[in-house]
């Protein structure tokens, strides 16, 4: 069975301290990683998409790794509007057919 | 951009009742999905269609069904709902073919039964 654990629960910063998220996953044959936004009350907002291990996409102070057994958001200089709750999941490769499965999500809140 | 519509954003029902939420996306998807999303819990799929007229059960489909009469649109039924059915439900589609660029998802309905 998938399994996709985020850590930490919850995160603190500072506006412009930068920081991590962490997605480990296990799962047979990943065929897709997944990170979403979601802001409170609304739907996830879809980041970024990541294949393989060692790949990385950017988009303005995000940046997204994948390993083989993990995956990291990395924020630089965050703002306020960046806090949201940021959520993993991964979608398995044959046999999975279109699903994803999804972890419990970071809540990122940024103070000035 | 496509859009995923979820008919209601808030909706109080009674114990027992027969609910009914409509998701409507206007890409042509074949695939969609309903989860539901409770805190600490994180996004759990009820049932999912990758074809009209056809669904599949998710990882917790007890107490609800699907209708699929039509390609945009994708029903979710809870047949006597009851408290432990209060939640977000979360409404998405996906095409099948071209780049994989995950779900869309609608905005949610907060559904709490009383």
């Known amino acids: 069975e998938d399994q996709v654990t985020q850590s930490p629960e919850a995160l603190r910063l500072q506006e412009g301290e930068s920081s991590s998220l962490n997605c480990s996953y296990t799962v047979s044959g990943l065929r897709g990683l997944f990170w979403y936004r979601q802001d409170p009350g609304k739907g996830p907002e879809f980041l970024f998409t990541?294949?393989?291990a060692g790949e990385e996409k950017e988009k303005e102070r995000l940046k997204a790794t994948l390993t083989k057994k993990e995956s990291f958001l990395h924020i630089t200089a965050p703002k306020p509007e960046d806090s949201a709750t940021y959520l993993c999941a991964v979608q398995e490769g044959a046999g999975g057919g279109n699903k994803l499965t999804f972890g419990t999500g970071t809540q990122l809140k940024v103070e000035l | 951009d496509v859009k995923v519509t979820q008919s209601s954003r808030y909706l109080v029902k009674r114990t027992g009742e027969k609910v009914f939420l409509e998701c409507v996306q206007d890409m042509d998807h074949e695939n969609m999905f309903w989860y539901r999303q409770d805190p600490g819990l994180g996004l759990r799929l009820i049932y999912f269609?990758?074809?009209?007229?056809?669904?599949e059960k998710g990882d917790i489909p007890e107490g609800y069904s699907v209708s699929r009469e039509k390609k945009e649109r994708f029903s979710l039924i809870l047949e006597s709902a009851s408290t432990n059915q209060t939640s977000m439900y979360l409404c998405a589609s996906r095409t099948t073919g071209g780049t994989w660029y995950g779900y869309t998802f609608g905005s949610g309905t907060r559904l709490t039964v009383v």
């Open positions: 990541l294949y393989s």
């Open positions: 269609s990758y074809d009209v007229k056809m669904k």
